[in-house]
């Protein structure tokens, strides 16, 4: 149950793996968002050779509680053809900070200036 106010980290129940010439894109739920539930902050593309679950910024910002729960469609991923594969795709950078990720995990913004 997602009271008012609300943030949680949540994963997907699928595994995504992103060829090195896609873009991801996430997009939540128009019948979720009129309820105020968005379903990412500001996470909603995943880089070409994206590897992992997806893991959702989930916020209730209307004004009453939702129930969520596991199993329920929140979100879909599109996907975008780029002009040329990605040199470096996101399973081989160095700074890669969520690569492989199988659950909701912490923010490592402290491994920025790294």
């Known amino acids: ?18 060829s090195p010439d896609l873009l991801g894109r996430l997009e939540g739920r128009s019948s979720l968002g009129r309820l105020g539930i968005v379903v990412h902050s500001t996470a909603s593309i995943f880089d070409p050779g994206w590897d992992g679950n997806p ?11 939702v129930a969520l729960y596991p199993g329920m469609r929140i979100c ?3 996907f975008e053809e780029l ?24 923010s490592r913004f402290h491994l920025d200036n790294k």
């Open 1 to 18: 149950m997602m009271q008012p106010g609300d943030f949680v980290l949540a994963v997907t129940l699928e595994k995504v793996t992103i």
């Open 83 to 106: 002009s040329s594969p990605a040199e470096v795709p996101y399973v081989k950078k160095k700074v890669a900070k969520y690569t492989f990720q199988a659950g909701p995990e912490a």
């Open 76 to 78: 879909a991923m599109t």
């Open 55 to 65: 893991v959702l910024e989930l916020g209730n910002l209307g004004r009453i509680a």
